[in-house]
T-cell receptor, first 115, second 114 residues
């Protein structure tokens, strides 16, 4: 079964600093990969996704992520964090070609931003 | 495009009561998903519909849970004889089969069982 690991439960950065959130997945083939963001008490908003092609994908709000097949990773980055980025971030994978459409999520990384 | 909507946003109930949640997907989306999210965890898949057919169910979906999508549009999730362990956020998502399986989520229904 596929699994997603987000090794950092909580990260604190200063406003204006760069950010990298880690995500590793376990799956035999290349899955579809997603990053979602969740503000307190809210649903999930899609930041970006990777299906195929260019391994560096751009998303909304200035976020980007890089797929590295050799490391089974899909890390999320932002060059300069804004206070409004404080939220919880979830990495998710979708198993391709198996007739199953469920997403498997990591446990999330909570981001705090120091003004 | 109004997005995925869920109703109610919050529900407080007593143990043993039945509750029903509603999800309205993005209008042209033919796939609809239910997930459950407990505190400190990522969402966990419960069930999936393509049009009105329920095609996949997680083992998390005990026999106290039932989901329907009678006309292939909105969906309901009912929990019978609620237990305190059912307290969670219930998230609905929808997708269009041709969109590369990008799921768009609603705001969720927060359930508290006393």
């Amino acid at each position: 079964a596929q699994s997603v690991t987000q090794p950092d439960i909580h990260i604190t950065v200063s406003e204006g600093a760069s950010l990298e959130l880690r995500c590793n997945y376990s799956y035999g083939a290349t899955p579809y990969l997603f990053w979602y963001v969740q503000s307190p008490g809210q649903g999930l908003q899609l930041l970006l996704k990777y299906f195929s092609g260019d391994t560096l994908v751009q998303g909304i709000k200035g976020f980007e992520a890089e797929f590295k097949r050799s490391q089974s990773s899909f890390n999320l980055r932002k060059p300069s964090v804004h206070w409004s980025d404080a939220a919880e971030y979830f990495c998710a994978v979708h198993r391709t070609g198996a007739g199953s459409y469920q997403l498997t999520f990591g446990k999330g990384t909570k981001l705090s931003v120091i003004p | 495009d109004t997005g995925v909507s869920q109703d109610p946003r919050h529900k407080i109930t007593k143990r043993g009561q039945n509750v029903t949640f509603r999800c309205d997907p993005i209008s042209e989306h033919n796939r609809l998903y239910w997930y459950r999210q407990t505190l400190g965890q990522g969402p966990e898949f419960l069930t999936y519909f393509q049009n009105e057919a329920q095609l996949e169910k997680s083992r998390l979906l005990s026999d106290r849970f039932s989901a329907e999508r009678p006309k292939g549009s909105f969906s309901t999730l009912e929990i019978q004889r609620t237990e305190q362990g059912d307290s969670a956020m219930y998230l609905c998502a929808s997708s269009l089969a041709t969109s590369g399986e990008t799921q768009y989520f609603g705001p969720g229904t927060r359930l508290l069982v006393l």
